[in-house]
């Protein structure tokens, strides 16, 4: 039997049309993003959401598999995306190359569909692909101070200080890095409390609204995902040497722009050519140099 929280959500979902009987369900193809501020809750509706589909959870593995194909410490990779970029990092591009490791080893994942992941980034990643269900789980203040207390062993005060550096940290990030703020609701699909609503009913209304065709994969959706994913490959190959690389994919038809003088276009575009010569799916590469001195204008 449903708890009456559950209940009152599948009311709510007959009315608008989204509740379907589960023998009536038919199996899918999504990815599931789920954001959230630290201590509240995410991982568990990550790992139930994931549980009940049969799909992949992942989080803290992609931050290894980075690190070993690109042969970067973990911990740089985890500072990369927990911290907000120093004075020198915006200068030198210095959290750009991680993050870009990051994406390359995330979006391998997510070319496999059927996947819920949970942690920092992933709704960045992913923007413009329409199979995403973009989820955001928050949690009372009261509550996060519990969690934290309780598992760090912190009195109340500490136990507050540290949750607003962490959020100030987190939406320094993503302020600096993609000019949006993490606690935007429009970034969503779906915002969940979780207060009257439990972690395992934030999981059923995720599954739930993963049925709505929309979230679907579709051929389209998937190309669209191919695409992102050969250029996030394409930009983590020539992130060490070009970290401010631009790189965008069509139909398998790769662009690279590079800020530069004119005089270096061939030296550049040869070294690029060879960064990626390895990457399979690349039907085209073009390398195009942006004028430093138009692109300061």
Known sequence: MPSDNIASAIGFQRKIGLFIPRERRSA?????????????HGREVAEKVAQRLGYECIAREVLLEASEQYNVPEAKLLEAIQNAPSVLDRFIYGKERY???IQAALL????????VYHGMAGHFFVRGIPHVLKVRIIADLEERIRIVMEREKVDRKEAIKYIEQLD????????????????DPSLYDLVIHIRKLSVDD???????????????????????????????????????????AEVSCKDGVVLVKLRAHESMEEAISKEVREA???????????VEIVPSTLFEM
């Open 28 to 40: 899918s193809m999504s990815i599931v993003t789920i954001s959230r501020g630290s201590y509240s």
């Open 99 to 101: 993050i870009a490791y």
């Open 108 to 115: 391998r994942h997510f070319r496999k569909d059927n996947v």
């Open 168 to 183: 100030e940290e987190r939406r320094k990030w993503s302020r600096y890095l993609y000019g949006i703020d993490t606690w």
């Open 202 to 244: 934030a999981a059923e209304i995720i599954c739930r609204t993963l049925e709505l065709e929309k979230f679907r994969t579709t051929p389209e959706s998937q190309k669209a995902m191919e695409d992102l994913a050969l250029a996030a490959e394409v930009k983590a190959a020539v992130a060490a040497s070009r970290p401010d």
């Open 276 to 286: 990626v010569r390895s990457i399979e799916g690349i039907k085209d590469l073009k």
